[in-house]
């Protein structure tokens, strides 16, 4: 048959192949217009789909994004080390061209649970979008053998063997010896350890607080004016003195009143100032007194001088702070201690109090250095410290005994015997006036009512505090009253911290 009959017959052959003639029109009538004449239909490879336009233009778009993200990223990493980018290729995988397989792979497997009938068709879709769970690769069978662990060889695991037969036992079985022996030395489960413990009252009603508090507004980050009860947190930051640091004892350490200052004195000779940050600790300065070992070093109540004295010199250096000049006091007149050591400021300012010996202790003026008066106690006296307004002075002996004395008249106001206590070592007076802390040779420490102690010959300690086994060198209340810090230089790392309640009665 000649070609161009050939290519006549063919459309007839095509259209006769689908015998449905009711549903499909004829060439001529699809090609023909509504008022024109018949027009003969373009061919099938002519005809243009109107989608093909928009689907290219969404691969064309589609390249462009992917060609922004390649060079925004090639820009991050430009400035990145090898040793992060390989990181991030150990850790993220070889995603680099393909984000969608990154977020696929941070997913994680696809979890099956029951689709709820109120779920929407686009969260239905989303959920379906999860890649499938994926198969380990290989199994190790080393991993699926049950690892035995010796209970012989060691005395503690020893302990809990029943029979001989236990000499091997597995880590599950080792886990429930271990529970049960805690149970047993614990009275049964602690309430913390109850995991499927029912919920209270209590916790639905705190629920029911969380509830209100995200329905207000306010600042709720606020620093508290208390300390919580209970377990306190607390985290260790760098050295003080990290940037000066002395083989010598230590033998003072105080912060600043007003700023984020510490000093730290001891042995070496040296006063040093550092600016406490958490982080580094800057020294700002050293202040080296030439063989002068020093005893005591302490602010003044307004943080611009510095006091000192040595373990074996009547000599008293005042360093000033704002003018940065030292200034030695080596006589003080009427004042007739061959040796000058331990010393009190008033929480005012306007005093200076130095013990002396054979029960003497000496008050004297902060701003001209000059000795206003002297007050003698029985036997030695041990330690002394201000009230909170400066008006009493409280001076423990080495008899056991604490005198009371007014500040203005220098008279005796009161004496009582700290109970139970042999020799004194230390005395304390809390800022808000309510506490009188004393310690003893043998490590207790007594907690007063400052009232009881003005009025009663043998006040009755409201609080006992046994923690140290030494005596107690150091007492001292934080601003607040909330804490008591007790130390003995006795023994390393002798140093106790009692949270005292908001109420009459520490806790």
């Not at 995991?195 to 209590?202: A, D, I, V």
């Not at 310690?439 to 140290?468: H, T």
């Not at 230089?489 to 908001?502: D, F, G, N, P, T």
Request: charged share 30%; aromatic share 6%; with cysteine.
């Amino acid at each position: 048959m000649p070609p161009e009959r050939r290519s006549r017959t063919r459309p007839d052959r095509r259209a006769g192949a689908r015998p449905d003639r009711k549903t499909r029109m004829r060439p001529d009538d699809r090609a023909a217009g509504p008022d024109g004449p018949l027009q003969k239909a373009a061919p099938s490879f002519q005809r243009k789909s109107p989608a093909r336009p928009r689907a290219a233009a969404a691969v064309v778009a589609a390249e462009e994004e992917r060609r922004l993200r390649q060079r925004n990223r090639q820009t991050l990493e430009e400035g990145k080390p090898a040793v992060e980018r390989c990181l991030e290729e150990l850790v993220f995988g070889d995603v680099v061209d393909d984000e969608d397989a990154l977020l696929r792979r941070l997913r994680g497997p696809r979890v099956q649970v029951q689709e709820d009938s109120g779920d929407s068709e686009v969260e239905n879709e989303a959920k379906d979008n999860f890649p499938p769970q994926k198969k380990p690769v290989w199994l190790d069978e080393e991993d699926e053998d049950e690892e035995m662990v010796d209970m012989m060889n060691n005395r503690f695991r020893k302990d809990m063997m029943k029979n001989a037969s236990e000499n091997k036992l597995s880590k599950d079985e080792l886990q429930k010896r271990l529970k049960e022996e805690f149970q047993h030395a614990m009275g049964g489960v602690p309430a913390w350890a109850e995991t499927n413990k029912r919920k209270t009252s209590s916790d639905d009603e705190s629920e029911e607080d969380e509830d209100d508090l995200l329905q207000r507004t306010g600042n709720f980050i606020s620093t508290s004016t208390s300390l919580p009860k209970g377990i306190l947190k607390m985290k260790h930051c760098q050295q003080a003195n990290a940037e000066r640091p002395t083989t010598a004892r230590i033998s003072s350490v105080q912060f600043h009143p007003r700023a984020q200052v510490v000093m730290v004195a001891g042995l070496d000779n040296a006063v040093s100032l550092f600016q406490v940050d958490g982080k580094t600790n800057p020294k700002i300065q050293s202040i080296y007194l030439e063989k002068f070992p020093i005893f005591k070093a302490c602010f003044s109540a307004n943080g611009e001088e510095v006091l000192a004295t040595s373990t074996h010199s009547k000599v008293l250096y005042v360093y000033d702070m704002l003018a940065g000049k030292l200034i030695p006091v080596h006589q003080v007149r009427g004042l007739k201690e061959k040796i000058v050591r331990s010393f009190e400021v008033s929480p005012d300012g306007s005093f200076l109090l130095i013990n002396g010996v054979a029960g003497y202790f000496h008050l004297l003026s902060m701003k001209t250095k000059e000795l206003l008066g002297s007050m003698k106690i029985n036997g030695r006296i041990a330690a002394s410290t201000f009230s909170s307004d400066s008006k009493k002075v409280y001076a423990s002996s080495g008899d056991g005994d604490v005198y009371v004395w007014d500040v203005n008249s220098r008279k005796c106001l009161n004496r009582f015997v700290d109970e139970g206590s042999l020799y004194g070592l230390s005395i304390a007076t809390s800022r808000n006036g309510q506490y009188v802390a004393c310690g003893s040779n043998c490590g207790v420490v007594n907690i007063y009512n400052q009232d009881s102690c003005l009025q009663e010959a043998n006040p009755k300690p409201i609080k006992a505090i046994m923690n140290l086994v030494t005596g107690v060198t150091s007492l001292t209340f934080n601003p607040t009253t909330e804490i008591l810090a007790i130390a003995s230089e006795k023994m390393k790392e002798a140093v106790r911290l009692i949270q005292l309640s908001h109420k009459r009665n520490p806790s």
